[in-house]
């Protein structure tokens, strides 16, 4: 699977931004799919996962009720909608795909896309 994150960009505390991730190669509703982030000089961190059919989410503590993943399997693409950032959001963000549903930062997810940066000014 080759996945392509966009729409990363700078914002301002409070603000709202929504990720895409598109995937092409295989077919897409075979897998689940995970959002991470990484901020300059820490570990990567899950962000939230989303089952093959979309009826299943799950989120770090971290963003729980501001975060929201949805997929669309019609068009091969997740999404992450972000709201109510803070600076401590500042990351590049990265979607995955994985034949296993896991949550958490120790998912060693099968393919990984190039990630889009985000950065939220104070």
């Known amino acids: 699977v080759q996945l392509q994150a966009s729409g990363g960009g700078l914002v301002q505390t409070g603000g709202s931004l929504r990720l895409s991730c598109a995937a092409s190669g295989r077919t897409f509703s075979n897998y689940y799919m995970g959002w991470f982030r990484q901020a300059p000089g820490k570990e990567r961190e899950f962000v939230g996962a989303?089952?093959?059919?979309?009826?299943?989410?799950d989120y770090a503590d971290s963003v729980k009720g501001r975060f929201t993943i949805s997929r669309d399997n019609a068009k091969n693409t997740v999404y992450l909608r972000m709201n109510s950032l803070k600076p401590e959001d500042t990351a590049v963000y990265y979607c995955?795909?994985?034949?296993?549903?896991?949550?958490?930062?120790?998912?060693?997810?099968?393919?990984w896309g190039q990630g889009t940066l985000v950065t939220v000014s104070s």
């Open positions: 995955a795909a994985h034949r296993i549903y896991c949550s958490g930062d120790g998912c060693q997810y099968d393919y």
């Open positions: 989303i089952s093959r059919s979309g009826g299943s989410t």
